[in-house]
């Protein structure tokens, strides 16, 4: 089974600008969670999504958003990117019966750089 | 606050040793996940644990959470280099997914 794949893996862009990341779970799997890791902060929640419905939200600013299409695949979207937002954003597909963190299976990330 | 708190938070041992590494909370949780991430890798679960005093085993890795469901450890027999990577504890409150900051293992050889 084909585990989740994130693209692109690797990002730059600068202040200002907005970016859209893409997250493909495992088959079968309905839910898709979005983490911010940075060496500072750690995994930080941003959302879940559960059939195409977003079930929970961590603590960032409105800028953060996402989206789930009814294959499950998810996108997240930063607007007006700042120095801060430099990270590796992480992806987690899980089946999705219980909400939240169960056993979640983690994408390879993507590196997003602002420069 | 951080609602799960791990220790040490930086392990540096020789091949062979063994190892134990914490992670503690003042939640109840629901299950306990323990991950291994690789520097430019997304963290690998390895194991869930459910009941309180449960116990699992994982080929070298022994896995333990609390009689209250508030804590959990890692134990690895006689590390090897491979065992090198970031270690990472994770529940679930109010639905919401929460990681501690993990435990970063390096097995010299």
């Known amino acids: 089974k084909a585990g989740v794949t994130q693209t692109p893996r690797y990002l730059i862009k600068t202040r200002g600008q907005q970016v859209t990341l893409s997250c493909s779970p495992i088959?079968?799997?309905?839910?898709v969670s979005w983490y911010q890791q940075t060496p500072g902060q750690g995994l930080q929640f941003l959302f879940e999504y559960f059939s195409e419905t977003q079930r929970n939200k961590g603590n960032f600013p409105g800028r953060f958003s996402g989206r789930q299409f009814s294959n499950s695949r998810s996108e997240m979207n930063v607007s007006t990117l700042e120095l801060g937002d430099s990270a590796l954003y992480l992806c987690?597909?899980?089946?999705?019966?219980?909400?939240?963190?169960?056993?979640?299976?983690f994408g390879p990330g993507t590196r997003l750089t602002v420069t | 606050t951080q609602l799960l708190e791990q220790s040490p938070q930086f392990l540096s041992i020789q091949e062979g040793e063994n190892l134990t590494v914490y992670c503690n909370s003042s939640s109840v949780f629901s299950s306990l996940q323990w991950y291994r991430q690789e520097p430019g890798e997304g963290p690998v679960l390895l194991v869930t644990?459910?009941?309180?005093?449960e116990v699992k085993k994982l080929k070298r890795l022994t896995f333990q959470f609390g009689d209250a469901r508030k804590d959990s450890s890692l134990h690895i027999t006689a590390a090897q280099t491979g065992d090198t990577g970031l270690y990472l504890c994770a529940g679930s409150i109010a639905g919401k997914s929460t990681f501690g900051d993990g435990t970063t293992l390096t097995v010299k050889p």
């Open positions: 088959s079968g799997h309905r839910s």
């Open positions: 987690a597909s899980s089946w999705g019966r219980t909400v939240g963190a169960y056993e979640q299976y």
């Open positions: 644990v459910v009941t309180g005093g």
